[in-house]
């Protein structure tokens, strides 16, 4: 079984600032994906970012990046250059091999400060 | 493509009333899933689907059934309401495994 912790229910930042939020995963699969998703205050999920375990790189996408540390187990998010609408609730998630569908975890709230 | 769609997106019930709540994709997406999200708790799945005619539960089932006739659709049937399925449900399908997993825009339920 996946199991997803995210163990900042909140964080602030400043814009214009980086920020990291933090995600640790456990799984005894070899072969698993790592995502992240946004939830503004609207409510829709938006896929952010995707690593796969035998990613050799670390994934990017714009501003977003996962810092994927395979032996600890974590798929930190890191955003560059916060901005005021980035502040929203993120899910890191995962997905084992096989036929397994996505677990999340709990979330952090991000908050962005002008 | 309209993506995955969900209706309705509001909707109250009486406890002890049945609905289902439908869910599509027009996207031939294999994977399809439903999570109820509530406060605190992030996105729990009830049941999943890895293409038509084969379902699966997932964390928490009770109280709900679902079918998979056809590739597109997906609906999620409350057998009998309860105020404990007060909640946002979200549909979500993926091309597979390795897929970004695309939402719906929720159903918001209030079982009264």
């Known amino acids: 079984a996946q199991k997803i912790t995210q163990t900042q229910p909140g964080m602030f930042v400043q814009e214009k600032e980086a920020v990291t939020l933090d995600c640790t995963y456990d799984?005894?699969?070899?072969?698993?994906?790592l995502f992240w998703y946004k939830q503004p205050s609207s409510g829709e999920m938006i896929f952010l970012i995707y690593?796969?375990?035998?990613?050799?790189q670390n994934a990017t996408e714009g501003r977003y990046s996962l810092n994927f540390q395979k032996a600890r187990k974590s798929a930190n998010l890191v955003i560059s250059a916060s901005q005021l609408g980035d502040s929203a609730m993120y899910f890191c998630?995962?997905?084992?091999?096989?036929?397994?569908?996505?677990?999340f975890g709990k979330g952090t709230r991000l908050s962005v400060i002008a | 493509n309209a993506g995955v769609t969900q209706t309705p997106k509001f909707q109250v019930l009486k406890t002890g009333q049945s609905m289902t709540l439908q869910c599509a994709q027009d996207?031939?997406?294999?994977?399809m899933s439903w999570y109820r999200q509530d406060p605190g708790m992030g996105l729990r799945l009830i049941h999943y689907?890895?293409?038509?005619?084969?379902?699966d539960q997932g964390e928490v089932p009770n109280g709900y059934n679902v079918s998979r006739s056809t590739t597109e659709d997906f609906p999620l049937r409350l057998l009998s309401a309860a105020p404990s399925q007060t909640s946002v449900y979200f549909c979500?399908?993926?091309?597979?495994?390795?897929?970004?997993?695309?939402f719906g825009p929720g159903t918001r339920l209030t079982v009264l």
């Open positions: 690593q796969g375990s035998y990613d050799e």
């Open positions: 996207m031939n997406h294999e994977y």
């Open positions: 979500a399908s993926s091309r597979g495994p390795r897929g970004g997993q695309f």
């Open positions: 689907s890895v293409g038509a005619g084969i379902t």
């Open positions: 998630a995962m997905r084992g091999s096989g036929n397994t569908p996505l677990v």
């Open positions: 799984t005894s699969d070899q072969s698993y994906g």
